[in-house]
């Protein structure tokens, strides 16, 4: 009879009364979890963003969360009530428990979701296997940013590397991985190298100022050094 009220709800789109249905079922049947899954996509529905994760996190703590749509659900309410470092945790062990799919778009979310927790090692990590499974260098250019500016320059050369090799990006994010790499080789004494980034990265117009800038403090240290 509840499943036929309910039905009834969602039929004439009555969706609070759905959801306070849903409440009573759940007080009776606690242990079937496609309750609480829909429970929290009407709160969602309803724009009741905290309603619909507190449902599902505590679906998720008693154990009852295990398809990749649930999961990922979870994660997404976590971010858009900005909780980035839930949502990474929860996707993350849902990666390695094998019930998410190790795809590059879910390694990304990942790493998108440490990046803003500010769990940097984390987001490096979760990045890296975004980039192995990329056909582009997209991925890479974003790892090659976050170590530039952690100074980790061994680390950047190797992913601006394959972020150039792998291809695939807009003009300007090309500009910007010679940018980066030139930036890497300095800091790392390969001059000539630097010297041949900055040229190219001088061809496009988001990078042509910065990589003029370069090019100039280059010419400076040289002259510096040979003084």
Same mark, same amino acid.
């Given at each position: 009879? #509840?499943?036929?009220? %309910?039905?009834? @709800?969602?039929? /004439?789109?009555?969706?609070?009364?759905?959801?306070? $249905?849903?409440? $009573?079922?759940?007080?009776?049947? +606690?242990?079937?979890?496609? #309750?609480?899954?829909?429970?929290?996509?009407?709160?969602?529905?309803?724009?009741?963003?905290?309603?619909? %994760?507190?449902? /599902?996190?505590?679906? #998720?703590?008693?154990? /009852?969360?295990?398809?990749?749509?649930?999961?990922? &659900? %979870?994660?997404? *309410?976590?971010?858009?009530?900005?909780?980035?470092?839930?949502?990474?945790?929860?996707?993350?062990?849902?990666?390695?428990?094998?019930?998410?799919?190790? $795809?590059?778009?879910?390694?990304?979310?990942?790493?998108?979701?440490?990046?803003? =927790?500010?769990?940097?090692?984390?987001?490096? =990590?979760?990045?890296?296997?975004?980039?192995?499974?990329?056909?582009?260098?997209?991925?890479? *250019?974003?790892?090659? #940013?976050? *170590?530039?500016?952690?100074?980790?320059? +061994?680390?950047?050369?190797?992913?601006?590397?394959?972020?150039?090799?792998?291809?695939?990006?807009?003009?300007?994010?090309?500009?910007?991985?010679?940018?980066?790499?030139? /930036?890497?080789?300095?800091?790392?004494?390969? &001059?000539?190298?630097?010297?041949?980034?900055?040229?190219? =990265?001088?061809?496009?117009?988001? $990078?042509?100022?910065?990589?003029?800038?370069?090019?100039? @403090?280059?010419?400076?240290?040289?002259?510096?050094?040979?003084?």
């Amino acid at each position: 009879w #509840y499943q036929l009220k %309910l039905a009834s @709800h969602y039929e /004439m789109e009555q969706y609070p009364q759905a959801a306070q $249905t849903l409440e $009573t079922i759940i007080s009776r049947w +606690p242990d079937k979890k496609v #309750y609480w899954v829909q429970l929290s996509q009407i709160y969602y529905k309803l724009k009741q963003e905290e309603k619909a %994760l507190a449902v /599902m996190a505590l679906a #998720y703590r008693r154990g /009852m969360l295990d398809k990749q749509s649930d999961i990922t &659900f %979870l994660s997404s *309410l976590y971010s858009n009530v900005d909780v980035p470092y839930k949502a990474a945790n929860v996707l993350e062990k849902g990666i390695n428990d094998g019930v998410v799919e190790p $795809t590059k778009n879910y390694w990304t979310v990942v790493a998108d979701s440490w990046y803003a =927790a500010e769990e940097l090692e984390k987001s490096l =990590a979760a990045y890296e296997k975004a980039g192995k499974a990329s056909q582009d260098g997209k991925i890479d *250019l974003r790892r090659g #940013y976050i *170590l530039v500016d952690l100074e980790r320059w +061994p680390e950047a050369l190797a992913a601006l590397n394959a972020a150039l090799e792998k291809g695939g990006m807009r003009q300007e994010k090309v500009g910007e991985a010679y940018l980066l790499r030139g /930036m890497a080789r300095f800091n790392l004494g390969r &001059f000539d190298g630097a010297s041949a980034d900055w040229g190219k =990265a001088r061809r496009y117009d988001g $990078t042509k100022d910065a990589a003029q800038q370069w090019i100039n @403090h280059l010419q400076e240290e040289r002259r510096r050094k040979t003084s």
